[in-house]
């Protein structure tokens, strides 16, 4: 399977979608909290867990 940018976007907005109807389904949180709040913070920090990810990859090719 080629990770391709596509490829990679589709899987983080994809877990950000179920991440999201996961917690408004809960009711654990109020909904205006969950989408406000919550699920910037999820694509944030999968856009630094991708960036960061990218960057060791790029190293393990270079070294290895």
């Not at 979608?17 to 920090?45: D, E, K, N, R």
């Not at 867990?49 to 270079?62: D, F, I, N, P």
């Amino acid at each position: 399977m080629d990770y391709t940018l596509a490829v990679t976007v589709g899987a983080l907005l994809s877990l950000v979608i179920v991440g999201t109807a996961v917690l408004i389904a809960a009711g654990v949180m109020a909904t205006s909290t969950v989408l406000m709040m919550v699920t910037p913070a999820m694509l944030v920090f999968g856009a630094v867990c991708v960036a960061l990810g990218v960057k060791h990859g790029e190293h393990r090719a270079r070294t290895s």
